[in-house]
């Protein structure tokens, strides 16, 4: 009971219980004159941690992140300008260097790829798929397919050189070995396809690279898309080397301004790969298939792209520790992001932990 002098306050005992609901018709603060509506036993206020209605939850959005970290993987195509420097561009052609480089990058792919795309993607798989056959046969299908799809994309742009040591200033006037006993019109073809498999080459692999890292946002969260666009910016760096050295060599003979405008435009495609994820509703399913198809790129980049170079025959044994190093620095670097992680499970989505 209560009038305009006086209230009455029952006590309500809540020593056996963790939490106390109360409903009424009215809003407490009506009840209040001269004293707060709830008390606790010295006297203090209490104030309720919710109330009806709840507030509408403020939708966090991914979509800012991962256009910033596509932004950045396609900065790194300016790379090649370090090489305008004469120091810098003989310290890359030795083989010691390339090697380190590319292990570093080994490490950080294979890294992303064990420790954070193909993990992560067994669990947001298993929400589409009742049955652990279709599971494992979804897994399986994904991660095969992006070896397939780099070895298809790629596989022209082996056929021509690609270590800096090939196109030493030295001997940028010889004519190439492959282009020996060509007429020119052998030559321009022979140089179109190597500016073909470079351009195209890596304009679908940075496509691919958007979807992931698209994906890794929109389906994980701000924490694992990053952790994503570290992994891809570690290992666009040797490779954005590598192709500028291709297309200012002895075979495509690009100058340096044209060859950082073709790497410019075949990267921003990556930017495209995260515009596509962002503006296409993904479910969990097809964002861990994403992640397992990510997976079977890095691996094969990691495996076939950096990897080897640890093994070229020019390398001494301390040489090749040095590789070794580098190769660790790199998956460390990636190891470090597991600190505090988990499961790429975005609050308010489904999953399986």
């Known amino acids: 009971m209560y009038g305009s002098s006086c209230y ?15 409903f009424a018709e009215h809003v407490p603060t009506e009840f209040e004159a001269t004293a707060h509506y709830l008390k606790d036993a010295v006297g203090a206020d209490i104030e309720p941690l919710g109330e009806l209605p709840e507030k509408a939850p403020v939708a966090v959005t991914t979509d800012a992140g991962a256009f910033l970290s596509a932004f950045l993987v396609n900065l790194v195509t300016f790379i090649g300008v370090i090489l305008m420097f004469g120091p810098l561009r003989r ?6 260097f390339s090697a380190m480089l590319f292990a570093f990058a080994a490490g950080a792919l294979l890294a992303c790829a064990f420790f954070l795309l193909l993990f992560e993607s067994t669990h947001l798989i298993g929400v589409g798929w009742k049955t652990a056959g279709g ?13 397939g799809l780099l070895m298809m994309a790629r596989g022209q742009r082996e056929s021509s050189s690609s270590d800096p040591e090939r196109t030493n200033q030295e001997d940028s006037e010889k004519e190439p070995t492959e282009l020996q006993g060509m007429d020119e019109a052998q030559k321009f073809r022979a140089k179109a396809r190597l500016l073909g498999a470079v351009i195209i080459g890596d304009f679908f692999h940075n496509l691919c690279d958007g979807f992931f890292i698209g994906a890794a946002f929109q389906g994980c969260g701000n924490a694992f898309g990053w952790s994503v666009a570290a992994g891809t910016i570690l290992h666009e760096l040797p490779q954005e080397i590598a192709d500028f050295v291709i297309l200012t060599g002895p075979v495509a003979k690009l100058s340096t301004l044209k060859a950082l405008a073709f790497n410019f435009l075949s990267g921003l495609s990556v ?12 479910d969990d399913s097809l964002v861990g298939l994403i992640l397992a198809f990510g997976g079977g790129v890095y691996l094969h980049v990691g495996a076939t792209d950096c990897l080897r170079k640890m093994y070229d025959p020019k390398l001494t044994f301390g040489e090749r ?9 790199g998956a460390v670097c990636i190891g470090l992001i597991l600190i505090g992680h988990e499961h790429c499970i975005p609050e308010g989505r489904r999953g399986r932990s």
């Open 8 to 22: 009455f306050a029952p006590p309500v005992d809540t020593s056996a219980v963790s939490g106390v609901a109360f």
């Open 91 to 96: 310290m890359v052609q030795k083989p010691v």
């Open 135 to 147: 599971h494992c046969l979804a897994m399986g299908c994904h991660d095969p397919c992006g070896h």
């Open 271 to 282: 930017l495209m790969g995260a515009l596509i994820i962002a503006a296409t509703p993904v």
């Open 321 to 329: 520790l040095l590789a070794f190093v580098s190769f660790g620095i």
